[in-house]
């Protein structure tokens, strides 16, 4: 019954912005790591940005400098998307490992997805 919900998605022009926010909910009881991935039409799915329990982030070489990835209280992340081009376009995707209450070991949780789109 663990959920993530995105949220922050939308239309822009190309060199604005957008913060991108996923929230984790349902029972849980701890998150090792969360992160963004993107998928845009007919291409694979692919990582963005990811943070670890300890704050340790990574990202893809294709936003790097124009990306920021936090990770809040309360199971949530963010995504901060700055000078974005066209090529940002994709649907973003919210991750998370999850340790649920009550279970053992972690498993890999996704959001439904927002749609990131930017016109040129």
């Known amino acids: 019954q663990v959920q993530l919900v995105e949220s922050g998605g939308g239309l822009v022009q190309a060199g604005g912005s957008l913060r991108l926010s996923c929230a984790a909910s349902?029972?849980?009881?701890?998150?090792?790591?969360m992160g963004w991935y993107r998928q845009a039409p007919g291409k694979q799915r692919e990582l963005v940005a990811s943070i670890t329990s300890g704050g340790r982030t990574n990202y893809a070489a294709s936003v790097k400098g124009r990306f920021t990835i936090s990770r809040d209280s309360a199971f949530t992340v963010n995504l901060q998307m700055n000078s974005l081009i066209f090529e940002d376009t994709a649907v973003y995707y919210c991750?998370?490992?999850?340790?649920?209450?009550?279970?053992?070991?972690?498993?890999?949780?996704w959001g439904q997805g927002t749609q990131v789109t930017v016109s040129s």
């Open positions: 991750n998370a490992d999850v340790f649920a209450a009550g279970i053992p070991s972690s498993r890999l949780y």
């Open positions: 349902g029972s849980i009881f701890s998150i090792n790591a």
